[in-house]
């Protein structure tokens, strides 16, 4: 069992930057490659970024990459995603995710899920 719980979302404006951390605890973190995912309104929940358990390989989604940059600390069980040059098409709920199994980009191949944090970006 892994608990996650999100933070660091808010309002920004277009070109401003955010970083959300999501912190784990139950079963050992560190073996575990974390992901985030975002839904928007009237939208279905699409990949952003993942990490592999220790940190040495990163994945993201066209539509991110270059401006956010997953990360994250096994001393103190936190994944963080740096969000820079942010859009209003970032508008969304944003996830954090603990994997399973199967492809990254997938939601059906995480097991555990955060309650969300909102990130808004106004234009």
């Known amino acids: 069992q892994v608990q996650l719980v999100e933070s660091g979302g808010g309002l920004v404006q277009a070109g401003g930057s955010l970083r959300l951390s999501c912190a784990a605890s139950?079963?050992?973190?560190?073996?575990?490659?974390m992901g985030w995912f975002r839904q928007a309104p009237g939208k279905e929940r699409e990949f952003v970024a993942a990490i592999n358990w220790s940190g040495g390989s990163t994945y993201y989604a066209d539509s991110v990459k270059g401006r956010f940059t997953i990360s994250r600390d096994n001393a103190k069980n936190i994944v963080y995603l740096q969000m820079n040059s942010l859009k209003p098409e970032d508008t969304a709920v944003y996830y954090c995710?603990?994997?399973?199994?199967?492809?990254?980009?997938?939601?059906?191949?995480?097991?555990?899920w955060g309650q969300g944090t909102q990130v808004t970006v106004s234009s």
């Open positions: 139950g079963r050992t973190f560190s073996n575990i490659a």
């Open positions: 995710a603990a994997h399973y199994s199967g492809s990254y980009s997938y939601t059906k191949s995480y097991m555990y």
